[in-house]
T-cell receptor, first 114, second 114 residues
Framework: DAGVTQSPTHLIKTRGQHVTLRCSPISGHKSVSWYQQVLGQGPQFIFQ???????GRGNFPDRFSARQFPNYSSELNVNALLLGDSALYLC?????????????FGEGSWLTVV | AQSVTQLGSHVSVSEGALVLLRCNYSSSVPPYLFWYVQYPNQGLQLLLKYTTGATLVKGINGFEAEFKKSETSFHLTKPSAHMSDAAEYFCAVSQGGSQGNLIFGKGTKLSVKP
């Protein structure tokens, strides 16, 4: 079975631009989460979605938004990119998103803002 | 609020030696605890998790961790290090209930010397 898949794997954007990152969860998983991992740090939680509803949001500005589609795939949007948004963006999926559920991560999307 | 502290940003051991990576957590509710491994330029792979029950948890690749509530610790060990264990290791905690997002430590980079 396919794991969590993300696209694109690498991208370079200019300050002020907008970016959309995409994620397909493991088949049967209904919860998708997004994390930002800055070089040398642990991942930071951005959003969690379950059954197309936002279940949780981390401490990120409103420039960050996300949504989940009926097929449970998800996209993360970041507007007005800043240099500090350069990071690895990880998508994760789990069966129900509840505490204790095993969370599986994709390989990530490397975003460089210049 | 929950938090995770990983003691030692970098640990170096010889091949065949004991691996001990330290993790302490703070949580106002019984936590769910996880260890993930990240190889260079890759996503996160689950090593093991503790939810309830037996406090000694066995994971993949010969790793295990013990949940010690009195010490608020969840240290990761492996009796004999292998060169392929060189990677970054992250300890994470999640709360119970419907919001299962992970809070990560800053990570410990493990080097294995021949």
């Amino acid at each position: 079975d396919a794991g969590v898949t993300q696209s694109p794997t690498h991208l370079i954007k200019t300050r002020g631009q907008h970016v959309t990152l995409r994620c397909s969860p493991i088949s049967g998983h209904k919860s998708v989460s997004w994390y930002q991992q800055v070089l040398g740090q642990g991942p930071q939680f951005i959003f969690q979605y379950y059954e197309k509803e936002e279940r949780g949001r981390g401490n990120f500005p409103d420039r960050f938004s996300a949504r989940q589609f009926p097929n449970y795939s998800s996209e993360l949007n970041v507007n007005a990119l800043l240099l500090g948004d350069s990071a690895l963006y990880l998508c994760a999926s789990s069966l129900q998103g509840a505490g204790g559920n095993t969370i599986y991560f994709g390989e990530g999307s490397w975003l460089t803002v210049v | 609020a929950q938090s995770v502290t990983q003691l030692g940003s970098h640990v170096s051991v010889s091949e065949g030696a004991l691996v001990l990576l330290r993790c302490n957590y703070s949580s106002s509710v019984p936590p769910y605890l996880f260890w993930y491994v990240q190889y260079p330029n890759q996503g996160l792979q689950l090593l093991l998790k503790y939810t309830t029950g037996a406090t000694l948890v066995k994971g993949i690749n010969g790793f295990e961790a013990e949940f010690k509530k009195s010490e608020t610790s969840f240290h990761l060990t492996k009796p004999s290090a292998h060169m392929s264990d060189a990677a970054e290791y992250f300890c994470a905690v999640s709360q119970g209930g419907s919001q299962g997002n992970l809070i990560f430590g800053k990570g410990t980079k493990l080097s294995v010397k021949p």
